[in-house]
Structure formats: structure tokens, C-alpha cells
């Protein structure tokens, strides 16, 4: 059994304007699910949310396990992961910004070293992992978080605009590390994109955001 | 003319000759402002972190304060902390007063608003996807401010370096609570006041040499922190 997901009447505001409005959604478990919308429509809050790193005014985000609900504990937020727009590299090496979520969760040197290899050479960056990060260029750097992301083995993977303002070769290698991780079918992966062609491309399903409510594409 | 230029020669003779009694001058201040750095440290920098990242009641009052710290005039520390250790002092029964101990207080009570100051605007500088990023990968509210403050090491360092700069140059507090005795409470700086009015050249030149050597070298240790700190802030 992994993660299922699902949202109930989430509601968010931000200083009194309403981001999400009476929000709710059920996540199938393994499916790959691109979010749309335009800016402002509530796609990033939402995907804040699910990760836990907001919290609601109103209504509820629901992880259950075998059926059971789970507490948004430090547990849970272990299993779910965001890649942020903006990623939060960490002025170090390569090798240890991917090495990081292993590192806390007291996993040993030997296991982070392979694992966090294997993670650097999905993404194309097995080459520069004793360079520093905060040199790589834009789309290293979209693709050095992924790694760091996909790394800790999650079970909802998000991404917000993974693909935004990156040429188009590290777009199409971006889009083949997704692409590889769906066909796995491990995780539950959402995503935002503003281009339509990308969401066909990746998505199992396609919603739509609209005035802070889920519209199924 | 000709007095300064001997006064540099017998200075040199007894830089290169290791004269003893410099050696123990210049070992006994480095042992002193780095006991008290080390201590400004370890009590600055969680102060600093905290105030940084967490809701402390007054924060701004106590931020106010250590600004304030940084510019303690060092005779009025030592006027305070004399008063404090003095034998009619309320820590007079501890005897330290005119005791290494008492010059590594009084360096700690100048270096620890700028070590507590400076690691806050450190830490509060760091762009907040850093602790984002650190919670979208499962650290602990312990591991996210680690990972905040290990963002924020350079310019760290950078402030413990001016706490260095600050307690390496400092006289007027230790020759008040430390007395200036000889061989025991005798450093860099309180020998070169000591022996310029004495008029004894040679050893105060010599001393001021190596100060203003080390003076140099914490320094460009500064610029070396603050250059690896400008770029490490740019979070991509």
C-alpha cells in the first residue's frame, strides 16, 4: 500500500485574499497529475499545502496509509516531497546538497554514497558532483533538486514549474527523469507547467486551476 | 629619527632572536582573547540564531542592546566588571580580580555583542527557501535551523573575526581588571603602553609589529569570509 491523498474544502487566504477557495481533490495513488492554471489561480498554495508547509485556514489535507489517516507529522513528511520554483540550493558541494535528506534521516555513509550517486547520474550530473551548486547554471540547478528530491525515495513527488525559465535541452531531460519516474508508478507525482504540450506529455490526468478551485482538464 | 630606526633594529633583534619574555607576552594574549572569543562564541551564537529565527519576547529591544554592545567603550567594561570583582564587589569572594581569568571575562563582555549581533544578521539574511527546502526534505525543526545557520557560516565567521579584531587590540578593559603584573596578566597590548611611558622602545615596537601583524591577517581572514559570504547567499 502507499500515500493516498486527498483535499476536503481547503480553504487559504493571505492577508484576507482568498488563494484557495473551498478546494477539494482525490489524488489516485501512482498516477502523474499536471496542474494549470494562471498565475494566482492557487496551483503553488495548493502544492504548498499538500507538502505540508502551509497550512490551511479551513478544510483539511488527508494522507491515509492502508486506510488509516496519518498525523502531519515529521513521519509524513518524510514520504512527501516539493521541489520549490525557486530550489533552496545549499552553498556546498553538489554530492552533498543531494546527500542531505539521507544525511537526516541517519542514513549510513555507505548508502548515502551509492544512493545519492545513482540520484546524480539519473539527473546528468555525475560529472559535477564535487562542484559547487551554487555555480551550476539554471537548469543544472532545476535538476540538481530533483535529484536531491527524488534521492529520499517519496512516495508524493511535487513539482512546482520545474521546467520554468530553462532552455529547451535541460526542459527535455527534466521532462525524461519525469518521465522515467512515472513509469516506475512508485510515487504519486504533481506537477505545475505552463505549457499545455508539456502537461500532455507527462500527466496521467490534467486538472485546471481556476479562482483557487480544482477544474479536471 | 635615528632613535626610531634603532628602536625597529633592537625590535627585529628580539622578534628574530625569540626573546623569551616576548614569546610569553605574545602566547598569553593569544591564549586570552582566544579563550574569551571561543567563550563570545559559544554564548553569542545561539543568541544570535535565536533571535534570528525564532519569536523571543522583546527581540527588538535585545537586538537594540547588542547593537548598542558593540560599541562598549572597553575602560567602561572594565570600570564594571572591576566593580563586580573588586573584594567589595559582589563577586569580590571569587578572587579574580588581576587574574587571567578576569581579562578573559572582560574580552568575552566586548566580543559577545559582536558575535551575537553579527550572527543574527547573519542568520536572518539567509534567504527563507533555505528552511523551506530543508523542510520539503524531512528535517527537524533542530535540523532546519542547522541547515540556516550553515548557510549563514561565512558571514559568521566574518563576525567572530571582528570579535577577534575587537578583543586583539583592546587595553582599557584588561589593564584595569587584569593590572598589567608581569608575567602573569602582561600582554600585547597593555607591554606597549606599559613600556612607550616607560620609554623602553625596543619590546613596544616589537609588539606592535606583531599586532599589527596579526591585526592584518584577521583582516583579510574578514575578506575571506565576507567574499565566500556574498556568494553563498544567492539561493538559486
Known amino acids: 500500500m502507499g500515500l493516498e491523498l486527498k483535499i476536503l ?3 487559504k487566504a493571505y492577508n484576507g485574499n482568498p488563494i484557495l477557495r473551498d478546494c477539494s481533490f482525490a489524488f489516485a495513488q501512482g498516477c502523474t497529475y499536471v496542474l494549470q492554471g494562471p498565475n494566482g489561480s492557487g496551483k503553488s498554495t495548493l502544492l504548498r499545502a499538500l507538502a505540508l508547509l502551509e497550512q490551511p485556514d479551513s478544510g483539511r489535507v488527508e494522507y491515509r496509509d492502508g486506510g488509516q489517516i496519518l498525523a502531519a507529522d515529521l513521519e509524513l513528511r518524510r514520504r512527501i516531497t516539493l521541489v520549490l520554483p525557486r530550489t533552496g540550493i545549499f552553498n556546498t558541494t553538489v554530492f552533498k546538497n543531494v546527500a542531505y535528506g539521507l544525511k537526516i534521516r541517519g542514513i549510513t555513509r555507505a548508502e548515502i554514497e551509492a544512493r545519492a550517486n545513482d540520484a546524480l547520474l539519473a539527473v546528468g550530473l ?7 551548486a551554487l555555480e551550476l547554471s539554471s537548469g543544472e540547478t532545476k535538476r540538481l533538486g530533483i535529484a536531491r528530491a527524488m534521492v529520499i525515495n517519496p512516495e508524493v513527488f511535487m513539482l512546482d514549474e520545474p521546467t520554468a525559465n530553462i532552455d529547451p535541452a535541460n526542459t527535455a531531460i527534466i521532462e525524461g527523469i519525469i518521465l522515467k519516474l512515472k513509469q516506475k508508478r512508485q510515487a504519486t507525482i504533481l506537477m505545475i507547467t505552463h505549457d499545455p504540450a508539456q502537461a500532455q506529455r507527462l500527466g496521467d490526468d490534467l486538472l485546471f486551476m481556476q479562482d483557487g478551485k480544482i477544474i479536471p482538464a | 629619527m635615528q632613535s626610531i630606526l634603532e628602536g625597529f633594529a633592537a625590535a627585529f633583534r628580539l622578534i628574530v632572536t625569540l626573546n623569551p619574555e616576548l614569546w610569553r607576552i605574545i602566547l598569553l594574549s593569544l591564549e586570552v582573547s582566544g ?5 563570545a562564541t559559544i554564548f553569542g ?23 548598542t554592545g558593540m560599541g562598549l567603550p572597553p575602560v567602561a567594561a572594565g570600570l564594571f566588571l572591576y566593580l563586580f570583582l573588586s573584594r567589595s564587589g559582589p563577586l569580590g569572594f571569587m578572587g579574580l580580580l588581576y587574574t587571567p581569568t578576569a581579562m578573559i571575562i572582560a574580552q ?15 542568520i536572518a539574511n539567509v534567504d527563507p527557501v533555505i528552511r523551506q527546502a530543508a523542510i520539503t526534505l524531512g528535517a527537524t525543526p ?24 575587537r578583543v586583539m587590540a583592546e ?7 587584569g593590572g598589567n603584573i608581569a ?14 611611558d616607560k620609554g623602553n622602545f625596543e619590546l613596544a615596537i616589537a609588539l606592535g609589529i606583531i599586532l599589527l601583524t596579526i591585526s592584518f591577517s584577521i583582516t583579510v581572514g574578514l575578506r575571506f569570509f565576507q567574499r565566500l559570504g556574498r556568494t553563498g547567499t544567492s539561493a538559486n
Open chain 1, 9 to 11: 474544502n481547503v480553504f
Open chain 1, 126 to 132: 555525475g560529472h559535477k558532483k564535487w562542484q559547487r
Open chain 2, 35 to 39: 579563550t574569551a572569543l571561543m567563550l
Open chain 2, 45 to 67: 551564537l545561539p543568541v544570535g540564531a535565536c533571535l534570528a529565527m525564532r519569536r523571543v519576547p522583546l527581540r527588538g529591544l535585545v537586538i537594540s542592546l547588542l547593537n
Open chain 2, 108 to 122: 568575552c563582555l566586548l566580543a559577545f555583542p559582536i558575535v551575537a549581533s553579527l550572527s543574527q544578521a547573519a
Open chain 2, 142 to 165: 533542530i535540523q532546519e535551523s542547522l541547515a540556516v545557520v550553515k548557510e549563514a557560516r561565512y558571514s559568521i565567521m566574518a563576525g567572530v573575526m571582528a570579535g577577534l579584531g
Open chain 2, 171 to 177: 587595553v582599557g578593559a584588561i589593564i584595569i581588571v
Open chain 2, 183 to 196: 608575567g602573569y596578566t602582561r600582554v600585547m597590548t597593555t607591554t606597549i603602553a606599559l613600556e612607550t
